[in-house]
Structures are given as structure tokens and as C-alpha cells.
């Protein structure tokens, strides 16, 4: 099976959540290639599922979501500039609207002055204004967080700017 490049292809989306033993196939695997650049040995290929997921008319399987969150933060972090992989991925958590990943999303939006430029920190709330403060100022979820007091975001989100997140997430 090749690409249109002639690469091989990737398999589909379906490919991936019908056995979780594959996702480690896209876990972030940092490094640096012949002249020194950071390199993410899986990079293009979580990079191919995320934008195949963001196409799909419904929301992605959270545990799912949540995995390529959790790899591509780190992968961001090592890389040099911004891709849009990590906003995409974002979306595919906050769509679920599930308040205890309000500290995925944090750690994706200040993950560095890049991330926290572009990624649309209204995917903080996406459970809710009231919801997600309660539970990143209650003292059980600080703890569970290391005591982080700013899990806590500031700003009202705009939920119309959030409706339309997934049809244009860059």
C-alpha cells in the first residue's frame, strides 16, 4: 500500500482503534537526526492519524485522543517552531467536554510560548465555565496535580468560536 508520494501509506483511522497495542507505534520517540535538528522518529506518522481523525464527522475514541495528546506535547516541546498537530489533537480531547482532561489541555497550551500563542485556550472550558473551575480549585484535583494553583484558567470562552474549532482547527 503507497501514498500518493509513493510512500507507504498509513493505515486508516479504523486501523488504529481496533487494537490499542498498535498506538505505541505513535508514541513520541524524540531524538535528533544527522545534522543535530530535532527529530520525532514517529512524527509524521501521528501527524497523518491526527489530521485523518480531525476529517471525521464525529468525535474519536476519548482513549485514543487522549494518547496522541499525551505524545504529541512532548513532541511539540522538542521540535523547533509550531505545527498545527498539536491543536488538532487538542480539539479531538476537548470535543469530549470531560473536565478531568482540563490538565491535558493545559499542559498542550503552555507546553511553550508557540503553543500558547496559537492554541485556543477557550478548549479549557470546554466542560463547562463553572465545572472546570471547581474542579481545577478543588484541593483533592491541586494535589492530584502536583498543587498546581494555575490549572485554573482565567478566561470566559466564546462558545461560538468553539463550534466551529473542528471544521478549521488551523
Known sequence: MTGSDGAPALPDAAWWLEDPELWPLLAFEGGADEHGRPFDAAGEDLQQVLE??????????????????????????????????????AILVAEHRQVQDVRLLWDAIYRSSDTWGVVPHQL????????????????????????????????RPRWKDLAGLREHPA
Open 124 to 155: 479549557l472550558y470546554t466542560a463547562g465555565v463553572k465545572r472546570t473551575w471547581r474542579y481545577a480549585t478543588d484541593s483533592a484535583t491541586r494535589k492530584q496535580h502536583g498543587g498546581s494553583r494555575r490549572l485554573a484558567p482565567a478566561a
Open 52 to 89: 485523518d481523525l480531525i476529517r471525521q464527522p464525529e468525535p474519536v475514541d476519548i482513549d485514543f485522543a487522549r494518547y496522541l495528546l499525551v505524545h504529541e506535547t512532548p513532541s511539540q516541546g522538542h521540535s523547533w517552531g509550531f505545527r498545527h498537530d498539536i491543536e488538532i489533537a
